[in-house]
RNA sequence: GCGGAUGUGUCUAAGUUGGAAUAGAUCUCGCCUUAAAAGCGGGUGCAGUAGUGCCUCGUGGGUUCAAGUCCCACCAUCCGUACCA
C-alpha cells in the first residue's frame, strides 16, 4: 500500500518504486554485514510468489474456508480501503492511524475463527513471551457459556442468544438487539416505533465504532415494540435495542438481566424496566427496589423455580442440561475473534482469483490457470480502485460455460503474503511446480527455530501466520502445528526528545528545535522516545556506518541494550563503541613488545580467563543474551591487554588472540576478518570453526586458585589504599597454622548434621589438637555458621596453598611493584599473623 | 475496571537451582604528554591507619543458616485491552 501511496504521489508504477526500495534495503542490509543467504530470496510482488497466494485462497475456498458476504467492515478514508478487525485496534488504522469507520459491504473472509480453539491452545506449546500470548489469548476471547432459544411473540423464529450466566436466566426482564440487526429493521417498519428507530439508527452508526463501545458513553436505547417469550417462564419479555449491544459478537442480541449485570442495571434504571432478583447473597438478603447497583458476586438462586437454594455456579450446568433436555438450549463456547476480512480496494497486491459470472455464479479460477496477473494498464486515479480501470483484466471469460464474464477486483490484504514466507525461504516458489513448496524440504527446515519481530505484531502477523500453519497442515503440505518455536520481541530505538509534561506530547518535527511548548509554553523536557519520522528524531544508518563505520554500529547496537528492550541512541554510547573498535585493532594488530620463551603461571591464568570466557560467551550467545556476550568480550580485551604489556607466552598469546576475534566475529564482523588476514591467517575468518573451551582448565580447583588469586590482591589493594602508602617495601602473605585446615574440615563435616552452635563446639572440643584454640575457635565457628554458604566447601592443604602462592608470587610482585614473601604462621611473630585461615591468608605490608 | 510487565549505589543494564551485588558509562584522582586527545592505573554507598564493620536492589512483612532471587501485602511507572453478553 505504501508503493501504491507513492506511485500516486511521485506518478511513479509502484513495481519500479517497490523494486528501488529493495535494492536500497538490500544495499544497506549487504553494508551493515547481514548475512542472508541471498539465494533464497523471494518477492510477494513476483508472480512465481502470489501465484501461490491464490493457490491458498482456492483451496480454501474448496474447503469452506473462504467466503463471501455482506457485512459492516472497517473502512480507513486515508488508505481508501477496508481493514481486517486486527488492523483497526483501538478503532485507528494501522498503517497510517485514522480513525476507521464502519461500512457495509460485501467482502471476502477467511474462516480463522474455525482454527480459534487450536489457536488458543497452540500457544501452551511455543516459547513466546508471556505478553504476546497474554495479547493473543485476550484477542481470541474464548468464553463458556450457553445458548439460549427465545421464542419471538407472533412469529414462528426464536433468537439465540448467548450468556455466560444462565444462571440467572429467570432474571431476565427485557432484551436488547443491536440496532442493525437486521430483524429489528423489519419488525418497526410501518409501525408507530419506526420514526423513532430511524433517528435512533442514524445516531449510532453516525457515532464511530470505537464510540460507541467506549465504556464512558451512555447507553441509551429505545423500546420498539416487539417482545419475545421467556423458554421458561413463558412471560412475555419486552425487546429493546440499544448502542451497547454489537451486532457481530454472539447473536447481536442479548437477554438482560439488571438485577445481577451492571450495565444492565443501568439501562433498567434509565427506562424503568423491572429488577428481577434471582440471586440472593449469603450474609444478607438483596431488595430490588432499593438497589443501588447489580449483584455481580456469587450466592444462592431465588425465584427461579426448581432451582432455588441451589449455588449459583452449580446452577449455570444444572440450567443448561435442562434446557438441552428441552431443546431450547445447549452449552456453546463463543470467541470474541472474527473471521479475516481479506479484500482490498487497492491496486498493489494480490488478486482474488474469483470470477463472477451472471449463469455460473461466483466462480474459482481453475489452479491451471494461476497465476491471475496484476495488470500494468491501469490508471491511478485519485478514487476508487485503479483496478477496475484495467478492461483486460475485468473481462474474461467464465471458466464453466466460457460466457463473458467479470473478474473480482479486490486484492489480498497483504498479510496474506506474509502469512507463509518462512515456508517460502526453505524452499522458494517455482513457477512450475503446482504446489507452494515441498513438503520434506520444509519438514526438514521447520518450524523456524528462533523468530524475531516487533510486539506491533502479536495479533497482526503472528496470529495470521500460526492461522496459515494449521491451514497449510491440514491441506497435507506440512506436518508441524506451529510456525515459530521460540519468539523474542525485539525493542525499538529510542532517542531523547522534547516533551511537554503538562499536555504530554511529544514535540513534532517542525517544533523539535523550540525551548517551549507551542500549546501551553511549559518548557520542554528531554525524554526517551521512539524514532519516527513525524517527531524529525530519527537517524539514518548510512549517516552512522559512514562516519563511525559499520562494526562501531554494530557493536553499539548489540551492547547498548539486550534485545528485548529497546535502545536509546545516543552520541556518547556510539563514541565508546567506536573507542573500542579501534582499540581491539591496535591490541591485536601490534605485536607484543615482551615475549618469554618459558611458561609461566602469568600464561596459566591468563589460559584460565579465555576459556572461562569462551564458557560464558558461548551461553549467553545461546540464549541471545549478545549484551552479556559483548561484554564478556570487553573483560576478555582489558585481560589481553594487562597480559600483552606484563609480556606473552607465544602459543598462549596467539590462543587468546584467535579467540577473541573468533568471538567479536558476529559482532564486528569486517574489523575482525581484516584483523584475520593483517595477522596472516590464511582462509576466511567468517569460515573458521568456533572456538571451544577446555573443561579440564575450568575445574573447582583453578576457580578456587583464581578467585584466591583475585580476593587476596583485593585485600592487599583495599589496605594499600587505607594506610595510604605511596610505595610499598614488602608484602609478607601468610598462610595459616595446619591446625586450622583440620578446623575447618571438621566443621564443614560437623555442619552437614547440625547447625547447633553449641553441639558443634562440644564436639570441636574433644579433639585434642583444637582444643588449645578453644577461644579463637568459637569466634570464627559463630561466624562460619551465620552465613555457611559464604565459605567455600573447597580448599588446599597448606602446602598447596603456599606452593599456589609462590606460583603467583610474580604476578603480585608486579602489580603492586614490590617483593613478595610467602610464610606460614609460625614462621612470623607479627599478631596480625594469626588472624590467617585457610584460603584467606595474612597480609602483612610494610 | 481487567490483564501483563517493570522497579538494582548518579545513569544504562547483568544477576541461573536462593550461596561474597557484577559490567559499562559518567564523574574524579594519578601516570604518560610541551599541551590536548587517545591510552594505562586507582577511586566512584558509608565509616575506618590492616585484610574489617555497616547500609543498599520500589515499600512493608514472612520463610531460611543464607533472599536482588521464594511467599504475602502495598506503592509507583510503562504497555495492552475494554460495555464481549
Known amino acids: 500500500m505504501p508503493a501504491e501511496n507513492a506511485a500516486i504521489d511521485k506518478g511513479i508504477n509502484p513495481e519500479e518504486w517497490t523494486d528501488l526500495n529493495i535494492s536500497f534495503m538490500k544495499n544497506q542490509q549487504k553494508r551493515i554485514g547481514l548475512s542472508y543467504d541471498w539465494d533464497r530470496e523471494i518477492c510477494s510482488h513476483d508472480s512465481r510468489y502470489y501465484k501461490f497466494d491464490q493457490y491458498f485462497f482456492i483451496m480454501m475456498y474448496e474447503k469452506g474456508l473462504a467466503y463471501r458476504q455482506e457485512s459492516y467492515v472497517n473502512w480507513c478514508n486515508?488508505?481508501?480501503?477496508?481493514?481486517?478487525?486486527e488492523q483497526a485496534q483501538g478503532g485507528k488504522c494501522w498503517r497510517c492511524n485514522n480513525e476507521v469507520e464502519q461500512k457495509f459491504l460485501t467482502q471476502w473472509f477467511l474462516k480463522i475463527k474455525n482454527y480459534a480453539e487450536e489457536l488458543l491452545n497452540g500457544l501452551d506449546y511455543v516459547d513466546w513471551p508471556e505478553k504476546v500470548k497474554m495479547m493473543q489469548r485476550n484477542w481470541i476471547g474464548r468464553s463458556e457459556g450457553t445458548t439460549i432459544k427465545f421464542p419471538i411473540i407472533d412469529e414462528n423464529r426464536s433468537i439465540d442468544i448467548f450468556t455466560t450466566r444462565p444462571d440467572t436466566l429467570y432474571g431476565v426482564t427485557f432484551m436488547v438487539f443491536a440496532p442493525e440487526h437486521p430483524w429489528v429493521h423489519d419488525w418497526v417498519k410501518g409501525t408507530k416505533y419506526e420514526k423513532k428507530y430511524d433517528s435512533f439508527?442514524?445516531?449510532?452508526?453516525?457515532?464511530?465504532?470505537?464510540?460507541?463501545?467506549?465504556?464512558?458513553?451512555?447507553?441509551?436505547?429505545?423500546?420498539i415494540g416487539k417482545y419475545c417469550i421467556h423458554p421458561l417462564t413463558k412471560e412475555k419479555i419486552p425487546i429493546y435495542i440499544s448502542n451497547f449491544v454489537i451486532y457481530e459478537y454472539g447473536a447481536g442480541a442479548i437477554m438482560a438481566v439488571p438485577a445481577h449485570d451492571q450495565r444492565d442495571f443501568e439501562f433498567a434504571k434509565k427506562y424503568d424496566i423491572p429488577?428481577?432478583?434471582?440471586?440472593?447473597?449469603?450474609?444478607?438478603?438483596?431488595?430490588?427496589?432499593?438497589?443501588?447497583r447489580a449483584f455481580e458476586s456469587q450466592g444462592i438462586l431465588a425465584n427461579s423455580e426448581e432451582f432455588n437454594d441451589m449455588e449459583n455456579l452449580n446452577a449455570i450446568k444444572s440450567i443448561t442440561e435442562k434446557l438441552d433436555k428441552l431443546g431450547i438450549?445447549?452449552?456453546?463456547?463463543?470467541?470474541?475473534?472474527?473471521?479475516?476480512?481479506?479484500?482490498?480496494?487497492?491496486?498493489?497486491?494480490?488478486?482474488?482469483p474469483i470470477i463472477y459470472c451472471e449463469k455460473c455464479g461466483t466462480v474459482p479460477v481453475p489452479l491451471t490457470d494461476l497465476p491471475v496477473i496484476l495488470p500494468k494498464d491501469v490508471k491511478f486515479t485519485k478514487s476508487g480502485n485503479p483496478l477496475e480501470t484495467s478492461e483486460n483484466f475485468i473481462t474474461t471469460t467464465c471458466p464453466k460455460c466460457g460466457a463473458v464474464a467479470r473478474r473480482e477486483t479486490d486484492t489480498m490484504d497483504t498479510f496474506i503474503d506474509s502469512s507463509w514466507y518462512f515456508f517460502a525461504f526453505c524452499d522458494p516458489p517455482h513457477h512450475e511446480l503446482d504446489i507452494p513448496y515441498r513438503k520434506e524440504i520444509v519438514n526438514y527446515w521447520g518450524n523456524v527455530d528462533q523468530y524475531i519481530g516487533g510486539i506491533e505484531h502479536a495479533v497482526l502477523h503472528l496470529i495470521y501466520a500460526r492461522f496459515f500453519t494449521k491451514m497449510s497442515r491440514d491441506l497435507g503440505l506440512h506436518d508441524f502445528d506451529e510456525p515459530?518455536?521460540?519468539?523474542?520481541?525485539?525493542?525499538?530505538?529510542?532517542?531523547?526528545?522534547?516533551?511537554?509534561?503538562?499536555?504530554?506530547?511529544?514535540?513534532?518535527k517542525a517544533e523539535m528545535n523550540d525551548d517551549s511548548c507551542k500549546f501551553c509554553k511549559t518548557k520542554y523536557i528531554m525524554r526517551s522516545v521512539k524514532m519516527s519520522k513525524s517527531y524529525g528524531n530519527t537517524i539514518n544508518p548510512d549517516d552512522i556506518i559512514n562516519k563511525y563505520g559499520t562494526d562501531s554500529a554494530r557493536f553499539f547496537v548489540l551492547f547498548?541494550?539486550?534485545?528485548?528492550?529497546?535502545?536509546?541512541?545516543?552520541?556518547?554510547?556510539?563514541?565508546?563503541?567506536?573507542?573500542?573498535?579501534?582499540?581491539?585493532f591496535s591490541l591485536l594488530v601490534d605485536p607484543p613488545k615482551i615475549i618469554r620463551k618459558n611458561k609461566t603461571v602469568r600464561?596459566?591464568?591468563?589460559?584460565?580467563?579465555?576459556?572461562?570466557?569462551?564458557?560464558?560467551?558461548?551461553?549467553?550467545?545461546?540464549?541471545?543474551?549478545i549484551r552479556d556476550a559483548v561484554n564478556n568480550i570487553i573483560q576478555f580485551y582489558s585481560e589481553i591487554t594487562k597480559y600483552k604489556t606484563e609480556g606473552v607466552f607465544d602459543e598462549i598469546y596467539n590462543q587468546c588472540m584467535r579467540t577473541i576475534i573468533i568471538l567479536l566475529h558476529p559482532i564486528a564482523p569486517h574489523i575482525t576478518e581484516e584483523i584475520w588476514e593483517i595477522i596472516g591467517k590464511k582462509k576466511y575468518l567468517s569460515l573458521a570453526s568456533w572456538v571451544e573451551y577446555d573443561d579440564k582448565v575450568l575445574t573447582e580447583e583453578n576457580n578456587f586458585k583464581w578467585n584466591l588469586m583475585n580476593s587476596t590482591m583485593g585485600d592487599i589493594n583495599n589496605i594499600k589504599n587505607l594506610i595510604k602508602k605511596d610505595s610499598l617495601e614488602k608484602i609478607s602473605l601468610i598462610i595459616a597454622d595446619k591446625w586450622k585446615y583440620h578446623l575447618y574440615s571438621r566443621l564443614f563435616k560437623l555442619t552437614e548434621k547440625t547447625m547447633n552452635q553449641g553441639e558443634i563446639m562440644s564436639q570441636l572440643m574433644k579433639d585434642n589438637e583444637l582444643k588449645p584454640h578453644g577461644k579463637f575457635i568459637s569466634q570464627i565457628v559463630n561466624?562460619?555458621?551465620?552465613?555457611?554458604?559464604?565459605?567455600?566447601?573447597?580448599?588446599?592443604?597448606?602446602?598447596?596453598?603456599?606452593?599456589?602462592?609462590?606460583?603467583?608470587k610474580s604476578i603480585i610482585e608486579k602489580k603492586f611493584n614490590t617483593t613478595v614473601e610467602i610464610l606460614f604462621e609460625d614462621e612470623i611473630n607479627d599478631k596480625k599473623a594469626n588472624k590467617a585461615l585457610p584460603g584467606k591468608p595474612s597480609i602483612i605490608i610494610f
Not at 785 to 807: A, R
Request: a neutral charge; charged letters at 25%; hydrophobic letters at 35%.
Open 78 to 85: 486515508t488508505c481508501s480501503t477496508v481493514l481486517a478487525n
Open 201 to 223: 439508527y442514524n445516531e449510532v452508526m453516525k457515532q464511530k465504532k470505537f464510540e460507541r463501545t467506549d465504556i464512558d458513553i451512555e447507553k441509551k436505547g429505545i423500546f
Open 275 to 292: 429488577i428481577r432478583i434471582v440471586i440472593q447473597p449469603h450474609e444478607y438478603e438483596l431488595n430490588a427496589e432499593k438497589m443501588s
Open 329 to 352: 438450549g445447549h452449552a456453546t463456547i463463543n470467541y470474541k475473534l472474527r473471521d479475516w476480512g481479506i479484500s482490498r480496494q487497492r491496486y498493489w497486491g494480490c488478486p482474488i
Open 484 to 508: 515459530f518455536q521460540r519468539l523474542l520481541t525485539q525493542g525499538m530505538i529510542n532517542k531523547s526528545h522534547p516533551y511537554c509534561s503538562k499536555c504530554d506530547r511529544f514535540a513534532m
Open 560 to 584: 547498548g541494550a539486550s534485545p528485548e528492550s529497546g535502545l536509546d541512541f545516543s552520541e556518547e554510547g556510539i563514541g565508546f563503541a567506536s573507542k573500542f573498535i579501534r582499540n581491539i
Open 603 to 625: 600464561d596459566d591464568l591468563i589460559n584460565y580467563y579465555m576459556n572461562k570466557i569462551i564458557k560464558d560467551t558461548n551461553n549467553s550467545m545461546n540464549n541471545l543474551d
Open 783 to 808: 561466624r562460619i555458621l551465620k552465613n555457611i554458604g559464604k565459605f567455600s566447601n573447597f580448599s588446599l592443604s597448606p602446602d598447596d596453598e603456599s606452593s599456589f602462592f609462590i606460583d603467583i
